[in-house]
């Protein structure tokens, strides 16, 4: 293993890499002008082989979600050893990702979480703008809300009654739609989608509350009933 290159800045940083070209970038979360994850949005935009892993100072779920959408492998705490490093810098350079299941399943039902009280955690996943599953299939739809439920391929085939085969062939083509390289940003991008959904779905109608206004005073019109008269 060899270091290519070093840099300090985001700036540096977007010269330095592309110039390097190393197999594996590990990037500071927080670098003093700018984000890690802005440094690792570009050079996967313009340099695709390139894997770039974040190093943070603690595990943090929104930095996870940013590094996802970024494109990241993972991400790496600053306090493990160097042999566990080394190990992980291996792990990414053969193609595997450092985002552990647990790590993962704890994301999504973070993510699930703030779809359903509207709140905007998620939304350090970056505007989406459009909806790039527009182009997708019924069953790739299907599939793509399987893998939001943090489904394995064969966990999907069972559920639809197909070949695990069959299901890598949908996902590596709903993938290539939605212009990502892992499920695991898939699983991000639909947890977005379901808290935007959340986010703008219409207010609860009047009737509703006019119907328990009513029901209040039915029930307070009762308890005046049952109270003893006072003469």
């Known amino acids: 293993m060899v270091v290519v290159g070093e840099a300090g800045t985001v700036a540096e940083a977007l010269a330095g890499i592309p110039a390097a070209h190393p197999e594996v970038a590990l990037l500071d979360l927080r670098l003093p002008d700018g984000s890690g994850v802005e440094v690792c949005r570009e050079i996967r935009a313009h340099h695709p082989d390139i894997k ?41 350079a053969a193609g595997r990702s450092l985002l552990d299941p647990a790590a993962t399943a704890r994301l ?39 893998i939001g439920e943090g489904l394995t391929n064969r966990a999907i085939g069972e559920r639809l009654h197909l070949a695990e085969k069959t299901i890598k ?16 940003q898939a699983a991000a991008y639909v947890a977005r989608l379901q808290a935007q959904a959340q986010a703008h779905a219409p207010p609860p109608s009047q009737a509703q509350p006019q119907a328990r206004d009513q029901e209040r005073a039915r029930a307070a019109a009762e308890e005046r009933k049952t109270q003893p008269q006072k003469h």
């Open 52 to 92: 770039c892993v974040m190093l943070t100072s603690f595990a943090d779920d929104a930095a996870l979600i940013d590094a996802i959408m970024a494109g990241a492998y993972g991400y790496v705490l600053k306090d493990v050893g160097s042999g566990e490093l080394l190990r992980a810098v291996r792990d990414v």
């Open 108 to 146: 999504l039902e973070r993510m699930r979480t703030d779809a359903e009280t509207g709140t905007d955690t998620a939304a350090g996943a970056g505007e989406l703008g459009d909806d790039r599953s527009a182009d997708l299939t019924v069953q790739e739809r299907r599939i793509l809300l399987l």
């Open 169 to 184: 062939n949908y996902v590596s083509g709903l993938l290539a739609k939605l212009g990502m390289e892992r499920r695991s």
